[in-house]
Nanobody, 121 residues
């Protein structure tokens, strides 16, 4: 089985920074697009940022210029650097990876357990 292990959430004041990291564990054959989504109470899960294996990125309009997604293909990790955080960024952040497990055939989406980010004075 594959698990996505997230780290780096927490409480930060408005204008502060946090860095989220995610690393899949298990027998991975190929790792394709990775990304971060978030879901606030009473709202639908939304894309924050994602990055392809080639390094192409796209971001939600609300985080452009403040968040940066990156990946290390040698370690199969993805990170999200969040700067100038705002109260409206408060949410549970989920790591996502589209990957293929050894011996299981076609790739599919996997999700982390979520990490809480709270932006408050």
């Amino acid at each position: 089985q594959v698990q996505l292990v997230e780290s780096g959430g927490g409480l930060v004041q408005p204008g502060g920074s946090l860095r989220l990291s995610c690393a899949p564990s298990g027998s991975i054959f190929s790792l394709y697009t990775m990304g971060w989504y978030r879901q606030a109470p009473g709202k639908q899960r939304e894309l924050v940022a994602r990055i392809t294996i080639e390094g192409s990125t796209n971001y939600a309009d609300s985080v452009k210029g403040r968040f940066t997604i990156s990946r290390d293909n040698t370690k199969n990790t993805v990170s999200l650097q969040m700067n100038n955080l705002k109260p409206e960024d408060t949410s549970v952040y989920y790591c996502n990876a589209f990957l293929e497990v050894i011996g299981l055939g076609l790739p599919r989406d996997y999700w982390g357990q979520g990490t809480q980010v709270t932006v408050s004075a």
